[in-house]
């Protein structure tokens, strides 16, 4: 996962992505002073409220920019530049979390990532997530497909979106027990007038590396912007059809 983030209208104008993550950090059962391991923690907004929680938050993010962001809002939490494939911790901890992460994380990574996260948890931590699940966004990807088309390029989806199946599969190979599943629908309403114009430009990058002309990637936003005029905007605003998958799994005992 390398992405280059504007960190700062990521976190003002995006700010659903961790207020929504408040959900997934309910299902964490564990008591105060318990140590915790936000995995993909972005700009920090999560990791601090899992630290009001009473927990000892640890925060792991690839992105230098997002971190920078992180470190100087929470001073108080650790936070450390590293890859959610590829990182140790010195301690093991009772709880690993992860919001809105590993749908940007290759298909063919997710067994590495799973037994980093294996290996950081203690006999029988928690591991408890949420991302963007099977038929996540099918509406705006279907569109970009189709409008990628009409100006002769092909749309390649670059997220990883899988079904409970897919998903509980890998994470028994990786020496896990699923304890809790859920895939559902989470239409989410977008920030301005232009709402959805800014989340396929914040977004949606690596597929318009094949557009090199800016005015051209313009069009084809603003023709599938066009194309979802009719199920996306509703009452003067816009949406995104998201669907998450939540998942709560323990580690296998030895
Ligand atoms: C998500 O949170 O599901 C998501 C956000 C941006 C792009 C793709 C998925």
Redesign the pocket.
């Known amino acids: 996962m390398n992405i280059k983030w504007d960190a700062e209208k990521y976190t003002s104008d995006f700010a659903f ?1 961790h207020q929504y993550g408040h959900h997934a950090a309910e299902l964490i059962d564990a008591r105060e002073g318990c140590t915790v391991l936000d995995l993909g923690c972005g700009n920090g907004a999560l990791s601090k409220t899992l630290q009001e929680k009473g927990f000892l938050v640890t925060g792991i993010d690839a992105s230098k920019e997002l971190l920078h962001i992180a470190k100087t809002n929470y001073p108080e939490i650790t936070f450390i530049q590293a890859d959610a494939a590829d990182f140790s911790l010195s301690h093991p901890v009772d709880v690993v979390f992860s919001n ?1 992460v590993f ?1 940007w994380i290759d298909k063919t990574h997710h067994p590495a990532m799973l037994q980093c996260v294996n290996r950081t948890l203690k006999e029988n931590g928690q591991f408890v997530f949420e ?2 699940g099977y038929g ?2 099918r509406m705006i990807h279907e569109a970009l497909t189709e409008a990628f088309q009409q100006f002769h390029y092909r749309y390649q989806n670059p ?1 990883y979106f899988p079904t409970i199946g897919e998903y509980s599969a890998l994470l028994e190979q990786a020496g896990f027990q699923v304890r809790l599943a859920v895939l559902f629908d989470r239409m989410t309403e977008l920030k301005g007038e232009h709402g959805l114009k800014e989340w396929i430009k914040m ?1 949606i990058k690596s597929p318009f590396s094949v557009v090199k002309n800016k005015a051209e990637q313009e069009e084809i936003i603003e023709t599938t912007v066009a194309k979802l005029q009719d199920s996306l905007y509703r009452d003067g605003k816009w949406y995104a059809d ?1 669907v998450r998958l939540q998942m709560k799994v323990i580690k296998n005992d030895r």
């Open positions: 992505v809105a749908h991302f963007g996540n966004n997220f977004f998201y």
